[in-house]
């Protein structure tokens, strides 16, 4: 199910405590104008922005169930100066045409960067991911963990005095201690090498502060230290972008909505996204037997979405 408009508005239709995972990238601040009223991004200031995600995010904790996770993908950006948007001067630069495809307007692309004010000196990274988790949690949310998405294919920079930014966090927050949490849904395989070890029995008695005067006893401990089943899955997550034919838009990879989708809700669950989009969520709760409710506040990404979603068997 795909609601469009105000995506406050229309998570007030939702009942309480009705959604199972909440995973979702809302638009980041200051980096590029959709052409639509009231949108989020666009606020004159860091703490404007963060208030309102706030907002939203507070209506977000009603319909998530007692037991529900939300996982939230941000990115950073530099103090904004001057006019144009970054993505735009790099499609210039480097492949000869200002937008995506021909589809995009400028309005998208170009924006008065200097309209917005944020509170650090000149080349400052603002910290808007933090700001923004540390407002949540202010605001009763639970943050419990920050993961780190790594992406090995990441676009240049123009950048001599900094290293190339590759990453964006996904925040795990939840609205109770104890919530739903597959961990077994997205373990990690073991490499080889620790397998080859388990098996080897471990073969030392060596003591240690941590083992004791009698070291490690091979005979119990086995092949305890490895699961072949495979092991925990790690807060860094390495994974390409993506791209979507139908959109002209940043998209969310399947990949990075996968453990969420799994780890965060059951079989038969509820996933929503207040940032739709062009629906990869949806696609990736229909691909794993979830239901999903998108909110979007452009028709026409709607109907790119509900396109997407009725390609998927």
Known sequence: MILIGDVIDKL????????????TSPPYWGLRDYGNDGQIGLEPTPQEYVSKMVEV???????????????????????????????????????GKKFDSDKQSAQENHLDRSSFKADVKDKE?????????????????????DIIWAKPNVMPESVRDRCTKSHEYVFLLTKSPKYYYDHIAIKEPVSEVSLKRAQSGWKTNRPSAKTGPDGIDTDKMGDRFVNPSGRNKRDVWF??????KGAH????????????VLAGSPEGGVVLDPFFGSG????????????????????????IAEKRLSMVQ
């Open 57 to 95: 995010f507070r209506e977000v904790r009603r319909v998530l169930r007692e037991d529900g996770t939300l996982w939230l993908n941000i990115g950073d950006s530099y103090k904004p100066a001057g006019k144009g948007s970054t993505k735009a001067g790099f499609n210039e630069r480097y492949f």
């Open 280 to 303: 990869t969520v949806g696609v990736v709760a229909k691909k794993n037997n979830r239901k999903y409710i998108g909110i979007e506040l452009n028709p026409e990404y709607a109907q």
């Open 249 to 260: 838009f940043a998209v969310m990879p399947e990949r990075l909505v996968e453990p969420c």
């Open 125 to 145: 990274l603002v910290g808007i991911p933090w700001r923004l988790a540390f407002a949540l949690s202010n605001d009763g949310w639970y943050l419990r963990q």
């Open 239 to 244: 994974i390409p972008t993506a791209s979507f």
């Open 12 to 23: 007030k239709e939702l009942p309480d405590d009705s959604i199972n995972c909440v995973v």
